[in-house]
């Protein structure tokens, strides 16, 4: 609730609009692959969304409106395939079509950007930085990727995807830009804190059911026991705890230089609200990373001679203590099982995984296998590796998103998707002394991102995390090349 006090009646106004427009969202999608409704109620929802999204774009900041509403809609993984595949595993999917989310955000943002120029025609100034020519030049690779690859089922969809993803960085940074750095990297976090909330929330309604919500339409996933651990996992709409797990992840990063610096209760709610998230998805990758970033990030900022708040830095301390005693027998037995159980094996399994694909990775080098390719190549040309023929090396993915990005799209792909990483974190350690707390969350976001791709490939593990990344890249590049041109 004092979350909610915190904001103004405009901002209440455009973050309720942003919810309604998501719920509405899914269930339009959630028609779509039912195909059960008639052509009038699909013809209903679709007008009561549209007319309700432009009419809170013309009482209120349009560019507002859709920022928070990209935010909530990165809480709904839904998509429709046309003629899909079945059971392939890897990027969005495989099938003649994909259509999802991501394309719903690019319709808004065009409504938006429209009443934005009728309603203030001096404000807004669309442009593409260097930023935006790295993404740009990584969607070209990425679709050199699409058309070598051998099965055109399982690259068109993913091309498909890139794209919309390259038009909504296209919009997001100019949004960003327009609306002022101060205003646009605030909307964004209190959005994506709320965001937390909700997915918590849907987190505790699952462990307490014990199963599913009923919520697959918008991306649960199926509750399956975790090694070690007599209970179940929980998915949240993240549809696998791993993806959930890194969404968690970014949140307890992103938030907790801001509580030890800033009097902001709703940060810290949300920074609970996330680190007890984190904790319940008993991802141990995770879980490591997670401890050791929080680590990184308070030396950082005492560093840099930034006041800590002893009140916050004990409330932390206090919130570990509590979590540790009362989920620490569970955590401890998550990784006893690395060592006790021979079917959780996790490291000897990656290992071997690695190696698999690099020994695909040294036939193509250069341009790759094929975008979203890895069930298909694997299974269809199975070289003799270290796995033998055990099917789940071949139906899923590395995970490794180095790898994967290099047995897609060869050296080439590897080298773009690292440069526009290189390129935010260069630009956001240049910008780090003049608004430390929220750069330090923001590089810290990206390096867990880095650093849980060794072990996972969580990342475009259905295109969710990516899409949030996306985001998160958008934010601190604005930032960074707004930097470039004071100086």
Known sequence: MFLLKKMNGKSMVSVCSAIAI?????????????RGSSFTLFFVVFVVIGIGYALACCLYDPLKVYLAGSVFLMMINAKVIFDPVTDYIGGVGAGKFYAGVPHLVVGLGIVS??????????????????????VILFTVITLTAGLVAPFKAASVVQSNFYIVLLALYLLWSNAFRSLGRDRATKLFVRALSVGMLVQFGLCLLQLSLGKEIGLAFIGEGVLEERAGLNGSSITGT????????????????????????????SAVVCFIAAIVGLVLTYSRTSLVIGAAVLLLEWLVLAYFSNKISKNRAALVAIVVIVVAFSMGDSIAARFSSLENNSNDDQIAHRLDHYRMAWDYIQQKPWLGNGLNNWSYVTQH???????????????????????????????????????????TLIGLLRKIK????????LIASIVCVLAYGITGWGLFN???????????????????DELAEDQ
Not at 115 to 126: A, E, G, M, Q
Not at 241 to 258: A, E, K
Not at 462 to 475: E, N
């Open 434 to 441: 003049r608004r430390k707390e929220l750069d330090i969350g």
């Open 381 to 423: 040309t199975q070289l003799l590796t270290s796995v033998g023929s055990d099917i789940f090396y071949y139906t899923n993915p590395v995970h490794n998103i180095y790898l994967y990005v290099w047995f897609e799209g060869g050296l080439l792909m590897l080298a773009g998707f690292l440069l526009v990483i290189i390129h």
């Open 113 to 134: 950007f429209v009443i934005d120029k009728l309603r203030f025609p001096d404000r807004l100034s669309f442009r593409i930085g260097k930023s935006e020519f790295y």
């Open 238 to 265: 993240f549809n696998h705890p791993g993806p959930l797990s890194l969404f968690f992840l970014i949140g307890v990063s992103l938030l907790f230089p801001l509580v030890l610096q800033k009097r902001n209760f």
């Open 22 to 34: 998501a719920l509405g969202s899914s269930m339009l999608l959630q028609w779509l692959l039912q």
């Open 462 to 480: 259905g295109g969710q995390m990516l899409y949030i990344f996306y985001f998160i890249l958008c934010v601190s590049n604005i930032k960074s």
